[in-house]
């Protein structure tokens, strides 16, 4: 079995699972984030899906004064002209693809997992899911962006070259723009990846209707 280098709180579904869903919470968060999402997502009864929501480890973030928080990857900015931690985005990775080999050991086909997050848990997330060597079921990214998106024309790998993705944000984030959410969409699409983009009436957070949408697409990309 693979010794997980970060903690996570899990949720089992009532019968064995056949599925995983991974999901990262946002800068400063906790993997308890999004535990009470799950029942908005509206999922089919029979659904047999394990949830994993890891904690982010502690480190200091250049954005916030350099004070130390749960964060995946160092921050220096918002836009898109910032400098990107690419060692700390590699880090991340490393510790995702613990999660996704875990739950392999445990009998889940990487083909029925999906890896997804909320701001900077979505960016990391859409990072390490298109570059991942297991063929993996969907990624989603929720009021997030892609972090470096030229370097992905030689860095994705041909295992999720054609892998789902499910990507929504709020027509008024204050904090992440929409218009950087929309061109990363477009930009997946064009490499041929099956996208469903969605806004939202709302600010840099979740709404139901948008969890009720994400729970129709996990439904299907399992199936």
Known sequence: MTELALEAITIEPEETAEATVIWLHGLGASGEDFV????????????????????????????NAGFWMPAWFDIHGLTEEDPIDEEGLREGCYMIEQFI??????????????????????????????????????????STYIPDPDSLEYEANEANQSISMFIAHGTDDAL?????AKQ?????????????FEDYV????????ELKSLGQWMTAVLK
């Open 184 to 196: 990363g969409a477009e930009y997946l699409e064009e490499m041929g990846h099956p996208m469903i």
């Open 36 to 63: 009470d999402a799950v029942p908005d997502l509206r999922l089919p009864k029979t659904t047999k899906i394990r949830f994993v929501f890891p904690h982010a480890p502690m480190r200091p973030v250049t954005l």
């Open 101 to 142: 080999t875990s739950e392999r050991n445990k009998g889940i086909d990487s083909q029925k997992i999906i890896l997804g997050g909320f701001s900077q848990g979505g960016a990391l997330a859409m990072y390490c899911g298109l570059r991942s060597p297991e063929p993996l079921a969907g990624v989603f990214g929720l």
């Open 202 to 209: 709302m600010g840099h957070e979740v709404c139901s209707e």
């Open 176 to 180: 992440l723009d929409l218009d950087r």
